[in-house]
């Protein structure tokens, strides 16, 4: 093992043995330089946590955050690592049971606000299929109200996510050059945002 690896294993471990309490409301993780976020965070271990802040970190995925049952505003800001994807894992769907043991899939089931800034490396954000959207069963971001993109490289929304995400009410892109040019006022691809009751896009 090299010393760069022997370095960027310190700090993984360094922040997993930093296990906050289950009780816990609010969270900031700033400026961790290891691989990979904690276990604790990926999981329904902080069942608790209200909000969470993700700044100055460099990692190239995001976790599956979506486990997070009881989270309300999660704000991911300054990822500096060259390029950055958020791909499915992200939403951790989770299997749930109701009163009558009928099984549905639900990611983030409480998450009210989302914000993603002046992330410049991130250029991708993988949708869920036709099927998963067109899904009773599966729920995803079925309370959210605010989603605010900043200063980001992303090329595309994942249309089928935002569709899910159905009690969307104000989507506001800022700064970001790819998308202004999609969905800003002469966009082509504005239209396909106009089941939301506030668009904000600007340059």
Not at 39 to 49: A, E, F, G, K, T
Request: hydrophobic share 40%; charged share 20%.
């Amino acid at each position: 093992m090299g010393r760069t690896e022997e370095v960027e294993l310190s700090r993984n471990e360094a922040l997993e043995a930093l296990q906050p309490p289950q009780t816990l409301h609010s969270l900031r993780i700033s400026n961790h330089q290891g691989t990979k976020f904690p276990n604790w965070i990926m999981s329904s271990y902080l069942n608790h946590l209200r909000d969470l802040h993700i700044t100055w970190c460099n990692i190239s995925t995001l976790p599956c955050l979506g486990k997070l049952l009881e989270l309300l505003k999660l704000s991911v800001s300054y990822m500096i690592r060259g390029s950055m994807f958020v791909g499915r894992e992200f939403l951790g769907l989770t299997a749930t049971w109701d009163n009558d043991m009928d099984i549905s899939m639900i990611s983030f089931p409480k998450l009210k606000v989302l914000r993603l800034e002046e992330c410049l490396g991130w250029t991708k954000w993988e949708d869920i299929t036709a099927d998963e959207e067109s899904n009773a069963t599966v729920l995803i971001m079925p309370c959210l109200k605010e989603l605010v993109i900043s200063g980001c490289g992303l090329r595309k929304l994942p249309h089928c996510l935002i569709r899910k995400a159905s009690s969307l009410q104000h989507l506001i892109i800022l700064n970001s050059f790819h998308l202004w040019e999609r969905y800003g006022e002469e966009g082509y691809a504005r239209t396909s945002l106009s089941h939301i009751l506030r668009l904000t896009v600007v340059l």
